[in-house]
T-cell receptor
Framework: LAKTTQPISMDSYEGQEVNITCSHNNIATNDYITWYQQFPSQGPRFIIQGYKTKVTNEVASLFIPADRKSSTLSLPRVSLSDTAVYYCLVVSGNTPLVFGKGTRLSVIA | NAGVTQTPKFRILKIGQSMTLQCTQDMNHNYMYWYRQDPGMGLKLIYYSVGAGITDKGEVPNGYNVSRSTTEDFPLRLELAAPSQTSVYFC??????????????FGPGTRLTVL
């Protein structure tokens, strides 16, 4: 599975857009890019997944360039409740997920 | 649907004691997983199962055992607890079907302290 690299932490003020970039240089053809969110004292939660170009849902957008060696999770107008750890994962079939340390996002009022 | 449930929520063990962490899912998922998460770290896979009767080791299986006699249940057994097993344990499940690839659903976790 491709290894991922993402920032350890980020701070943002409420109402701002937050972009978290993840690099995955060795991503394979059949791999999907997936982001999970984990609030304190809870299990991770799937938020978005994509293969290429742009994916948007009610929570976030995911931008993937043509070479797929990186991806950017975009959270529009964050609020205090978006404070969490965000994990970028490369997913291949049903092989077990590999979680790194993730990016700890702190939203400040 | 209750999703993935785990019991107990908290537990304190003495060194050398044993216990079983329970995990049940009601989504008819064939894949189930056990992870541990140490403070400030990501999740590490302990064991996983692709269906009833089939289990396999993950990254950190030493000191643990699992069984999968039914689709719904995937208990994790700790034998001879050690302080290094102090952690938060998460159970998860996933299905081969669905539009999202390998979307895993996590339980609320069990916080275990070994003293």
């Amino acid at each position: 599975l491709a290894k991922t690299t993402q920032p350890i932490s980020m701070d943002s003020y409420e109402g701002q857009e937050v972009n978290i970039t993840c690099s995955h240089n060795n991503i394979a053809t059949n791999d999907y890019i997936t982001w999970y969110q984990q609030f304190p004292s809870q299990g991770p939660r799937f938020i978005i997944q994509g293969y290429k170009t742009k994916v948007t849902n009610e929570v976030a957008s995911l931008f993937i360039p043509a070479d797929r060696k990186s991806s950017t999770l975009s959270l529009p107008r964050v609020s205090l409740s978006d404070t969490a750890v965000y994990y970028c994962l490369v997913v291949s079939g049903n092989t077990p997920l590999v979680f790194g340390k993730g990016t700890r996002l702190s939203v400040i009022a | 649907n209750a999703g993935v449930t785990q019991t107990p929520k908290f537990r304190i063990l003495k060194i050398g004691q044993s216990m079983t962490l329970q995990c049940t899912q009601d989504m008819n998922h064939n894949y189930m997983y056990w992870y541990r998460q140490d403070p400030g770290m990501g999740l590490k896979l302990i064991y996983y199962s692709v269906g009833a009767g089939i289990t396999d080791k993950g990254e950190v299986p030493n000191g643990y055992n699992v069984s999968r006699s039914t689709t719904e249940d995937f208990p994790l057994r700790l034998e001879l607890a050690a302080p290094s097993q102090t952690s938060v344990y998460f159970c998860a499940s996933s299905s081969q079907s669905g539009t999202r690839h390998n979307e895993q659903f996590f339980g609320p976790g069990t916080r275990l302290t070994v003293l």
